[in-house]
């Protein structure tokens, strides 16, 4: 084998190595509760969580194809009620391409300036204050992350450092547990802060994509989605941007792979 097969052999191998990489986090993270690739589908890749989906379409996405949401009442998508999907600690990543900030509405014309990516209720029935959720604050345009329990007892947001870009793809990753609420952009830290109370989740409701809707609130999502994954615990900011970088391959770690010979 001459010099230039041996170059090629070796990047052939850490073109196969990435590919196989990618593929085992679907099954060997014994950590990963549910995975969705939304390529022309809501199946769990992972197990049974499946996705309901109304009046969603598919778009080009990240990777393959992804779910698309108009920005409408009609659009969004419900996960299933199952104690799986509700950890005391967890880790939720996501692609997301915003097509514009749709201004959201209330049945009385008032603006609640929040358009969700995922959100989960707590159990304050009356109240709009939500458990556990990621979008996009339509005044500011920047990203928006929250966690709230016992009404406004305990009810905590932030804001990303910077406003979202339109029309292009970023890497939105968030994590929660009893000490602190975490914003990951593009498998970088952003933005964060201490929380000292545990995820209270509404255990008669489920995570909604797409749509905020309690009370009077209305908002919805105008963009698309790829690439959701949940995670049973707190990932580390290691893992987080080697989550990032395994959807980049160029960026992919070769630290693992076996020195070439040439």
Not at 202 to 210: E, Q
């Amino acid at each position: 084998m001459n010099h230039f097969q041996k170059i090629l052999s070796f990047t052939l191998f850490v073109l196969m190595a990435g590919c196989s990489e990618s593929k085992q986090e679907q099954t060997d993270n014994p950590d990963l509760i549910a995975y969705y690739s939304f390529d022309n589908s809501t199946k769990d890749q992972e197990g049974v969580l499946d996705i309901n989906s109304f009046g969603t379409t598919y778009s080009i996405g990240k990777k393959g194809n992804a779910l698309q949401f108009g920005g409408l009442d009609s659009d969004y998508a419900r996960m299933k009620q199952d104690k799986e999907l509700r950890p005391n600690a967890l880790t939720i990543s996501m692609w997301v391409n915003i097509d514009n900030y749709q201004t959201a509405f209330t049945s009385g014309n008032l603006a609640v300036q929040f358009m969700p990516f995922i959100i989960h209720k707590n159990f304050q029935a009356s109240s709009y204050l939500e458990g556990l959720g990621l979008g996009v604050n339509t005044v500011s345009k920047k990203i928006t992350t929250i966690m709230g329990a016992n009404g406004t007892t305990h009810y905590k947001y932030f804001l990303s450092t910077d406003t979202a870009h339109v029309g292009e793809w970023h890497f939105y990753t968030f994590t929660a547990n009893v000490d602190s609420l975490i914003l990951y952009i593009d498998g970088k830290r952003d933005n964060g802060l201490a929380t000292g109370y545990p995820i209270e989740y509404d255990s008669a409701a489920s995570f909604v994509l797409g749509a905020y809707r309690l009370s009077s609130f209305d908002g919805y999502l105008h963009g698309s989605m790829d690439e959701l994954k949940i995670y049973k615990r707190v990932l580390t900011p290691i893992e987080i941007e080697e989550l990032y970088n395994s959807y980049t391959p160029a960026k992919r770690s070769l630290s693992r792979l076996p020195k070439p010979i040439f």
